[in-house]
């Protein structure tokens, strides 16, 4: 999710993170630029030894400390209530649990501690779900494990978070992939 018109959606969801964080998924590294100077620390978990490498030299450049977790987000390696803030971007699709995922985020999250996220996930229309689930078997095979039909707000929801802000729709992009939902949750 490298996409130029992604840019607002990260500069939004990161900018808006602060204290410590943990980012779920942080790949290579592409949100490290988008951080503000109220962040004290990142704590960067992926479970791809070979994307964290690659973010070494994107955190190099941070104005913060950067430090990786080789972990999974169903099992996440940190300590009860440690984390002010938590953040998924375009992250939940691939996760293989991603309730119980978003279950270890709502553990370590401090009180009034938040989730901020954008994420792709199942469209409102019928048609277009129909073809999600269609398509969600092969789709997911040959992208990482990408589920186009995660009802993401659901999840989060179900996960024992309310959600404090919620905006979604459609990037120009065919309806299949392209609904996004973005917005902040704090564990109940």
């Not at 943990?22 to 790949?27: C, R, V």
Request: proline share 7%; charged share 25%; with cysteine.
């Amino acid at each position: 999710m490298r996409s130029k018109r992604l840019r607002p959606y990260r500069e939004r969801v990161i900018g808006a993170a602060e204290g410590r964080v943990l980012e779920i998924g942080a790949g290579s590294g592409l949100n490290f630029t988008y951080y503000k100077p109220c962040v004290s620390e990142i704590l960067a978990l992926d479970p791809n030894p070979e994307l964290l490498r690659m973010a070494g030299a994107r955190a190099a450049k941070a104005s913060y400390p950067v430090k990786f977790v080789e972990a999974s987000a169903e099992a996440i390696p940190l300590d009860d209530k440690s984390i002010d803030t938590a953040v998924t971007t375009w992250t939940l699709c691939s996760i293989l649990d991603a309730a119980h995922a978003l279950q270890e985020v709502r553990r370590v999250l401090k009180p009034g501690g938040r989730l901020l996220f954008v994420e792709h996930g199942l469209a409102p229309e019928p048609n277009v779900q129909k073809w999600q689930h269609r398509l969600t078997p092969l789709w997911s095979r040959i992208s990482g494990g990408c589920h186009l039909n995660r009802p993401i707000a659901d999840t989060i929801a179900h996960a024992g978070f309310k959600i404090e802000k919620l905006d979604t729709g459609y990037l120009p992009a065919p309806k299949i992939i392209g609904f996004l939902t973005e917005g902040s949750a704090r564990p109940l």
